[in-house]
């Protein structure tokens, strides 16, 4: 089966800029996850999406950040404005039942450079 | 709160040599365990995971097992390759399925 889709792969904006990235998910997979990994340290999570509806949003700095995955298929994160700060991999992950362990499949990533 | 920590890389080894990458673990209740790697331009793949204590997890000739005395889940391999060279993740689920990472530890095997 396909794994998770990620574009674009590398970015380069400016600070105060707009930019968005696009997942898709594994076929069928009801849960989708966007996590950031600043260099150096592991993946955090930003957001979690059952279907088109939102579980947990608590560590995304909505001020800026905002993700939308309105047929429950594929997901959008954008971010505007930017901040050096921002600079990092941004992760997909998909997974088919919340409930099975270990089930979550990542995407490449996209590699956000804020200049 | 939860947290993970792995040892610092990069952990650099000769072909056949043995690895050991450290992970200890701190966390209320009984979270499942997991260690991922990422290949170079790719995403983090699911290597091995323990859901219980004592449990043991292997895949492709790599173990860790999940000791809760130690609040440790070590990542071992007899005999390493060129190809395992990698980014390797200890990663915890408090049950709450929101994954906690490690900060990863950069494995490099020379031939």
């Known amino acids: 089966e396909a794994g998770v889709a990620q574009s674009p792969r590398y970015k380069i904006i400016e600070k105060r800029q707009s930019v968005a990235f696009w997942c898709n998910p594994i076929?069928?997979?009801?849960?989708l996850y966007w996590y950031q990994q600043i260099l150096g340290q592991g993946p955090k999570l930003l957001i979690q999406?059952?279907?088109?509806?939102?579980?947990?949003d608590s560590q995304l700095p909505k001020d800026r950040f905002s993700a939308e995955r309105l047929k429950g298929v594929d997901s959008t994160l954008k971010i505007q404005p930017a901040k050096l700060e921002d600079s990092a991999v941004y992760l997909c992950?998909?997974?088919?039942?919340?409930?099975?362990?270990?089930?979550?499949?990542f995407g490449p990533g996209t590699r956000l450079l804020v200049l | 709160g939860d947290s993970v920590t792995q040892m610092e890389g990069p952990v650099t080894l000769s072909e056949e040599a043995f690895l050991t990458i450290n992970c200890t673990y701190t966390?209320?209740?009984?979270?499942?365990l997991f260690w991922y790697v990422q290949y170079p331009g790719e995403g983090l793949q699911l290597l091995l995971k323990a859901t219980k204590a004592d449990d043991k997890g292997s895949n492709k000739g790599f173990e860790a097992t999940y000791r809760k005395e130690t609040t440790s889940f070590h990542l071992e391999k007899g005999s390493v390759q060129v190809s395992d060279s990698a980014v390797y993740f200890c990663?915890?689920?408090?049950?709450?399925?929101?994954?906690?990472f490690g900060t990863g530890t950069r494995l490099k095997v020379l031939a």
């Open positions: 076929s069928g997979h009801a849960t």
């Open positions: 992950a998909s997974s088919l039942l919340e409930q099975v362990v270990g089930a979550q499949y």
């Open positions: 990663a915890l689920d408090p049950g709450t399925y929101k994954y906690i």
């Open positions: 999406f059952q279907n088109n509806g939102v579980v947990d």
């Open positions: 966390a209320t209740g009984y979270p499942s």
